[in-house]
């Protein structure tokens, strides 16, 4: 079946812009978590959703970043105001429930440049 | 958590079989080891994972000491289409996962 995919795959932004980044996840994958990567770096954890509840926001870098999933399956990842720091590649990811171990399946990413 | 340590880079011939170490001295009781990998311009991709026995699959083998402070991913056979970053993570289940810099495998012809 089909994979986790993302859109667009790549953004550019003016400085101050606002954008909003989408992702649908595997068909009937309860999970969702958000990652962001920067140029040569690993994958930074932002946020976690099971079904349409946000259980962890922790890794949201500040209040310009918000994330929602108001139906349990596709998901938004909104920037306000975006800021050059926040040029990244984000990936989102999914995962199906009542599995004995952590497998998740990625997105090919949305390349985000703030110019 | 438990927080990993592993090589910048490593090259490997191919058809040879390629040991990327991990070191995870702080891990708990309840924590599995995860191998990720993120070839080029693509998204992180499970690879292996491990609690305390060696584990294998259609891809590599999971070597984890007997006292869990290290491990080795194996690639048996290494082809040029494993080029890539090996992420080595040590959670607990049903986390989001949380990736270092990991380790660039150059698999060189």
């Known amino acids: 079946g089909a994979g986790v995919s993302q859109s667009p795959r790549y953004k550019v932004a003016k400085r101050g812009q606002d954008v909003a980044l989408r992702c649908d996840p595997i068909s009937g994958h309860v999970s969702l978590f958000w990652y962001q990567q920067a140029l040569g770096q690993g994958p930074e954890f932002l946020t976690y959703f099971q079904n349409e509840a946000q259980l962890d926001k922790s890794g949201l870098p500040s209040d310009r970043f918000f994330a929602e999933r108001p139906e349990g399956s596709v998901s938004t990842l909104k920037i306000q105001r975006t800021q050059q720091e926040d040029s990244a590649v984000y990936l989102c990811a999914s995962r199906t429930s009542g599995v004995l171990y952590n497998e998740q399946f990625f997105g090919p990413g949305t390349r985000l440049t703030v110019l | 958590d438990a927080k990993t340590t592993q090589p910048t880079s490593m090259d490997c011939a191919e058809g040879r079989a390629a040991n990327l170490p991990c070191n995870h001295s702080?891990?708990?009781?309840?924590?599995?080891v995860y191998w990720y990998r993120q070839i080029h311009s693509q998204g992180p991709q499970y690879f292996i994972h491990g609690l305390k026995n060696n584990e294998t699959n259609e891809m590599a083998s999971l070597i984890i000491t007997e006292d869990r402070k290290s491990s080795t991913l194996i690639l048996p056979h290494a082809t040029l289409r494993d080029t890539a970053v090996y992420y080595c993570?040590?959670?607990?289940?049903?986390?989001?996962?949380?990736f270092g810099a990991g380790t660039r495998l150059t698999v060189k012809p």
């Open positions: 993570i040590v959670r607990p289940n049903n986390n989001d996962m949380r």
């Open positions: 702080t891990i708990s009781g309840n924590e599995y």
